[in-house]
């Protein structure tokens, strides 16, 4: 790839989808430009080839592809840095920030230029994130480029703008929420007498194999359920205490109220 990548906030988000990138061999580490206040955070990214700085025009001057990664409380100050720097026939602004539209972000910059939203998780760093894309006003061209980038990092899918703080819920925020789930599956596995080690392997484990019978059969929860409870069975008795006591309808109530919040995030000066 020609183009140079500025990610501005490399914090976890931003760091996760620069080794993502640079591990999937689609950009090297050299054509990745971290900014941040305090570069010394960056160091081990600085020996592994990474451009970094704590200069954001600069990096945006140097670079075709600007990864907006900052908090959304931060945004407009660093939209306003970098404003007179953008250059709408060269750049094209990739977007991660939950809560901001892309009409929010051109509004901001005084500037038509093109910008694609973008919803990655955490797990881009392994190359497994499932990422929803908005195509806002880029063209056909850039929109390819954007899925290209993120489908060497896991899978991507096109959605609806509307739909994007909703994502961020079931998506980026949903992460943690699997991650909780696994937690309390093996503390359960503590319980009946496991070392916290192996019932922490045995539940993750599981939990991904779980996952991939979905994915590479196509299949139904409630289909692969199905094959494993029994009448008056060990199965089918846990599922219902887990319901009787509130589990899907928690998982629900969060993914909402994630969903909410994920709206409230950005305010406008």
């Known amino acids: 790839m020609e183009n140079n990548i500025a990610i501005l906030g490399s914090g976890n988000m931003g760091l996760a ?9 689609l950009y090297p580490a050299s054509a990745i430009t971290l900014t941040r206040r305090n570069t010394a955070l960056l160091d081990q990214y600085k020996h592994q080839g990474f451009g970094v ?16 990664a900052v908090l959304p409380q931060q945004l407009n100050t660093v939209l306003d840095e970098i404003a007179a720097s953008i250059d709408v026939d060269k750049h094209l602004v990739i977007s991660i920030i939950s809560g901001v539209t892309c009409e929010d972000i051109r509004k ?71 991650l909780r789930s696994i937690r309390a599956a093996s503390q359960g596995g503590v319980e009946v007498g496991f070392h ?24 139904h929860p409630e289909h692969e359920i199905d094959k ?17 006591n509130g589990f899907s309808s928690a ?19």
């Open 108 to 178: 901001r910059l005084i500037k038509d230029v093109q910008v694609v939203r973008v919803m990655p998780n955490t797990a881009i760093a392994i190359r497994q994130s499932m990422t929803c894309i908005s195509v806002g006003n880029a063209t056909s061209e850039n929109v390819e480029l954007v899925k290209t980038m993120f489908n060497t990092v896991g899978i991507c899918v096109v959605i609806n703008e509307e739909l994007m703080t909703s994502a961020t819920a079931l998506c980026a925020c949903g992460i943690a929420f699997f």
């Open 53 to 68: 700085s704590n200069n954001n025009v600069v990096a945006t001057q140097q670079a075709q592809i600007i990864v907006l």
């Open 228 to 244: 494993v409870t029994s009448p008056k069975g060990c199965t089918i008795a846990g599922l219902n205490e887990m319901e009787h």
């Open 17 to 25: 989808l620069a080794n993502g990138l640079s591990q999937s061999g």
């Open 251 to 269: 998982m629900i109530k969060g993914i909402k109220l994630s969903a909410q919040k994920a709206g409230n995030l950005y305010k406008e000066d």
């Open 196 to 219: 916290a080690g192996e019932a922490l392997q045995m539940a993750a484990q599981t939990a991904k194999g779980a996952a991939d019978l979905l994915l590479q059969l196509a299949s």
